[in-house]
C-alpha cells in the first residue's frame, strides 16, 4: 500500500536573534515543513546577513512582540524591519523582494499600484493549506485548527 508520507526536512540551523541583533526578523511557524523550508531558502539568498529568523513557538516571540497575537502569527509570516514596522503576508514577501537579489525579478510584479490587496489574498490561500501542501494531513496541537477549518 503507498503512502503520502513526505519525509521530514533536516534542521538546518538558521541565523536568529542573538546571532543578528541588528537584522531584519522573520517570524515564521516553525513547525511548518513548509514554512521551515521556505525560510531555509531565504537564508541561503541573504548572503549579506540582513535577515534573522525565529519560530512563531519561541517564547522569545512573546516577549518581543506582544502586540502580534498567536492567532495573528499562525495566520502569516512576519517580518519585522530594523524601524519596527510590521508586515504580515504579502507585505512581508513585497518587503522582502526589495531587499533579496532572488526576489528582484518579482518585484515589479509585487509593487503594481493597487495590488497589494491581491497577493495578500493569494497569500492566505497558501498560508492557510500550508500543512496540506507539506504533506501533513493533521496537526499535533489545537492551535493549527485554524489550517483545517
Not at 521556505?38 to 546577513?49: H, K
Not at 495566520?75 to 530594523?82: F, G, K, S
Not at 518585484?107 to 490587496?117: D, M, N, Q, S
Not at 497577493?119 to 498560508?127: E, P
Request: a positive charge; glycine letters at 6%.
Amino acid at each position: 500500500m503507498k503512502t503520502n508520507h513526505v519525509p521530514e526536512l533536516p534542521e538546518v540551523s538558521l541565523p536568529n536573534l542573538a546571532d543578528r541583533p541588528e537584522a531584519d526578523v522573520v517570524i515564521f511557524d516553525g513547525n511548518c515543513v513548509f514554512c521551515r523550508g521556505q525560510v531555509e531558502r531565504l537564508s541561503r539568498w541573504d548572503r549579506a546577513g540582513r535577515l534573522a529568523f525565529v519560530s512563531l513557538h519561541d517564547p522569545v516571540v512573546a516577549e518581543r512582540y506582544p502586540d502580534l497575537s498567536h492567532t495573528q502569527m499562525m495566520e502569516q509570516m512576519y517580518l519585522v524591519d530594523r524601524a519596527g514596522n510590521r508586515h504580515g503576508g504579502a507585505a512581508a514577501f513585497r518587503y522582502l523582494s526589495r531587499k533579496m537579489p532572488g526576489l528582484w525579478l518579482l518585484a515589479p510584479l509585487l509593487h503594481l499600484p493597487f495590488t497589494l490587496p491581491v497577493w495578500q489574498w493569494c497569500y492566505r490561500q497558501v498560508a492557510k493549506r500550508r500543512y496540506k501542501i507539506a504533506g501533513k494531513q493533521s496537526c499535533d496541537s489545537s492551535s493549527c485548527e485554524v489550517h483545517f477549518k
